[in-house]
């Protein structure tokens, strides 16, 4: 099956500091989506984007879908950045198959 | 809207048990998902719905397991009987495919139900 793995597996950052998280898959896909899971353990979906560059407030996210990447941006992190990282995707079906996920805590 | 509705929260129960997760996905939304998050395992998909009509259970563990939803406001997930390595979070999500398949929106979860056999 498809594999989906994300790096780096934990980052520590310190308040105002920027990353760059990324996500390889193995196969082409219908869609990839990028969420935050928050300290509470909520999912919160921050991007859409199976192609392209988009862009929400301090974050932005890039899939080079020909490439098998996505690669999601954080500027200027913030402590309520700190949780962990999935990018899922979708293969040409309805499933939606999660990445291994980004660890992410922002210190002040 | 509300979003996703899980209930309950968290369950706390004893192997053997019966144990009920329901989930009530955003109004209009024609695709549920049932979701099982642990430590070894990840986010890994257990069943899908589309149009209440489960579509693909090759996620679900075993026999023990089993959803249904009756109408498009409500899904359920029992496991009978339950056993200490069902612990886990269990989130439900919902999307809207819009004219056809695959779903072209993103998908939605719910808070999760937190669920612990002793």
């Known amino acids: 099956g498809i594999q989906v793995e994300q790096s780096p597996p934990d980052l520590i950052l310190q308040e105002g500091a920027n990353s760059t998280l990324r996500c390889n898959f193995s196969d082409s896909v219908n869609n990839l989506q990028w969420f935050h899971q928050n300290p509470w353990g909520q999912l919160i979906n921050l991007f859409y984007?199976?192609?392209g560059t988009k862009q929400n407030g301090r974050l932005s996210a890039t899939t080079v879908a020909t490439e098998r990447y996505s690669l999601l941006y954080i500027s200027s992190s913030q402590t309520t950045d700190s949780g962990v990282y999935f990018c899922a995707v979708v293969l040409n079906t309805d499933k939606l198959i999660f990445g291994t996920g980004t660890r992410l805590q922002v210190f002040p | 809207d509300a979003g996703v509705i899980q209930s309950p929260r968290h369950e706390v129960t004893e192997m053997g048990q019966e144990v009920t997760l329901r989930c009530k996905p955003i109004s209009g939304h024609d695709y549920l998902f049932w979701y099982r998050q642990t430590m070894m395992r990840g986010l890994e998909l257990l069943i899908y719905f589309n149009n209440n009509v489960p579509i693909d259970d090759s996620g679900m563990p075993e026999d023990r397991f089993s959803a249904k939803m009756p109408n498009a406001s409500f899904s359920n997930l029992k496991i009978q009987p339950s056993e200490p390595r069902d612990s886990a979070v269990y989130f439900c999500?919902?999307?809207?495919?819009?004219?056809?398949?695959?779903?072209?929106?993103?998908?939605?979860f719910g808070p999760g139900t937190r669920l612990t056999v002793l």
């Open positions: 984007i199976p192609s």
């Open positions: 999500a919902s999307s809207f495919s819009g004219s056809g398949r695959p779903p072209t929106d993103t998908q939605y």
